[in-house]
């Protein structure tokens, strides 16, 4: 190991010692870190100016344009990480689903997947069908400095979701007849993605990513029991997988007030929290030894500054006995949002919680 060097690896050490790598640990830290999910995006106008004419896949596969755009919200709102720019369904796409992402809707799959023979359409992925993340991160890392970056990928559920509805769905009823009708089928599937996530997270942590996120956005929508029996070895699956790097996994659905202890036995070593469980409540359901990620409702970025700190301030006072806490939005960032407002909530956090 070189001077500069850290234990996980070939990060540089100011990256290793970074806030938000420390929170993770569960280390002490200088200041709470923040980070938004969906910081880069339609908020910017940046972003805005540089997908001008790009449809958002496209942008996806383009290295200099997932540099600049995952730069982007570094460089205006000082957060204390980036998170890599893709999209869930991109993994899928580089294996040849027939996919794309609609603007204002999502992804869309041609043919959705819900028979044996569609499950022969999902391939192993190589490093070599994402050539262009490996890529972008090099650029990223060498342009990063000690702001680490996040990997991320979508968990099994949530790409079931998507390839079974064909798109996005309010009440997943595709997907489940197939969990509650076929759980044999349903394990087979999720195993496949579990493979599949897990080796497109490999790719990215390979590349320089210093944490990754699981994101099983939908995943609210089950009951304990079933996500036990039929989601939860496929996620531990994947957090396995990345087990030895040696990097901070995080966790993170919407609505899951219920699944929180579950989501961090899967495996995780951040739990992430949607804005409807206070971080001391969430705190209690995880259990020890793991740090939590959150938790502003997005819309409140619409109130009055006041509303806002007061808000804050309330999250931060919940998560003062926390072993570890990362701060973010309960979600992610809502397009019409004032980009300034996140700019001051960054130094609202950062100025609060400095020791
Ligand atoms: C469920 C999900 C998807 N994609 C993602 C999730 C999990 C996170 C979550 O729960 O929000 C993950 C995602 N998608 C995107 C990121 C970028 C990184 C970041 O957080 O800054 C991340 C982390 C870019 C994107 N992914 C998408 C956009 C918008 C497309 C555009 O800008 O043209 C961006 C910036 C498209 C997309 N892709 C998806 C949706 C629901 C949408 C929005 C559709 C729309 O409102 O237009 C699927």
């Given at each position: 190991?070189s001077?500069n060097?850290?234990?996980a690896?070939?990060q540089?050490?100011?990256?290793?010692?970074?806030a938000?790598?420390?929170a993770?640990?569960?280390?002490?830290v200088p200041?709470?870190?923040v980070?938004f999910?969906?910081q880069a995006?339609?908020s910017l106008?940046?972003y805005r100016k540089?997908r001008e004419g790009?449809?958002?896949?496209?942008?996806?596969?383009?290295p200099d344009l997932?540099t600049?755009?995952?730069?982007?919200p570094?460089r205006?709102h000082g957060?204390?990480?980036?998170i890599?720019f893709?999209?869930i369904?991109v993994p899928?796409?580089?294996?040849?689903?027939d996919?794309?992402?609609?603007?204002g809707v999502?992804p869309?799959?041609e043919?959705?997947?819900?028979?044996?023979a569609?499950?022969a359409?999902?391939?192993?992925?190589?490093?070599?069908?994402?050539?262009y993340v490996?890529?972008a991160?090099g650029?990223?890392?060498a342009?990063?400095?000690?702001t680490?970056l996040i990997?991320?990928?979508g968990?099994?559920?949530?790409?079931?979701?998507?390839?079974?509805?064909?798109?996005?769905?309010?009440?997943h009823?595709n997907t489940?007849a197939?969990?509650?009708?076929?759980?044999?089928?349903?394990a087979?599937?999720l195993?496949?993605?579990?493979d599949?996530?897990a080796?497109?997270?490999?790719?990215q942590i390979e590349?320089?990513?210093?944490?990754?996120?699981?994101?099983?956005s939908?995943?609210?929508?089950l009951?304990p029991a079933d996500?036990r029996r039929s989601v939860?070895?496929?996620?531990?699956?994947?957090?396995?997988?990345?087990?030895g790097y040696?990097?901070?996994r995080?966790h993170f659905?919407?609505g899951t007030g219920?699944l929180l202890?579950?989501m961090?036995?899967?495996g995780?070593?951040?739990?992430g929290?949607?804005?409807?469980?206070p971080?001391?409540?969430?705190?209690r359901?995880v259990?020890?030894?793991?740090?939590?990620?959150?938790?502003l409702?997005p819309?409140?970025?619409?109130?009055?500054?006041?509303?806002?700190?007061?808000k804050?301030?309330?999250i931060?006072?919940?998560?003062?006995?926390?072993?570890?806490?990362v701060f973010?939005?309960?979600?992610g960032?809502?397009?019409?949002t004032d980009?300034?407002?996140?700019?001051?909530?960054?130094e609202h956090?950062h100025?609060r919680?400095?020791?």
């Amino acid at each position: 190991m070189s001077a500069n060097q850290s234990p996980a690896g070939k990060q540089p050490t100011a990256t290793y010692d970074s806030a938000f790598l420390k929170a993770c640990r569960r280390e002490p830290v200088p200041h709470t870190p923040v980070w938004f999910m969906r910081q880069a995006g339609r908020s910017l106008p940046e972003y805005r100016k540089v997908r001008e004419g790009v449809p958002m896949l496209e942008s996806c596969m383009r290295p200099d344009l997932v540099t600049e755009i995952t730069l982007q919200p570094v460089r205006r709102h000082g957060v204390d990480a980036a998170i890599y720019f893709s999209d869930i369904v991109v993994p899928l796409k580089a294996i040849g689903v027939d996919l794309d992402i609609r603007p204002g809707v999502g992804p869309v799959v041609e043919r959705p997947i819900r028979t044996r023979a569609d499950l022969a359409r999902l391939r192993d992925l190589t490093p070599e069908d994402v050539s262009y993340v490996t890529e972008a991160i090099g650029l990223l890392t060498a342009e990063l400095g000690g702001t680490p970056l996040i990997g991320f990928a979508g968990a099994p559920f949530t790409l079931a979701s998507y390839l079974v509805e064909g798109g996005p769905s309010r009440n997943h009823e595709n997907t489940k007849a197939l969990m509650y009708g076929d759980p044999r089928l349903w394990a087979d599937l999720l195993d496949r993605l579990a493979d599949i996530t897990a080796a497109f997270l490999k790719v990215q942590i390979e590349a320089g990513a210093s944490a990754v996120q699981l994101f099983d956005s939908w995943v609210g929508a089950l009951a304990p029991a079933d996500y036990r029996r039929s989601v939860m070895p496929a996620s531990a699956k994947v957090f396995e997988a990345v087990a030895g790097y040696g990097v901070p996994r995080i966790h993170f659905g919407v609505g899951t007030g219920e699944l929180l202890g579950l989501m961090g036995e899967a495996g995780a070593d951040v739990v992430g929290v949607d804005w409807r469980v206070p971080l001391d409540e969430a705190a209690r359901r995880v259990g020890p030894g793991k740090a939590l990620q959150g938790n502003l409702d997005p819309a409140v970025l619409f109130s009055s500054r006041a509303a806002v700190e007061a808000k804050t301030d309330e999250i931060l006072t919940a998560a003062a006995d926390l072993e570890g806490h990362v701060f973010n939005l309960g979600h992610g960032v809502l397009p019409t949002t004032d980009p300034d407002a996140l700019t001051r909530l960054v130094e609202h956090v950062h100025t609060r919680t400095a020791r």
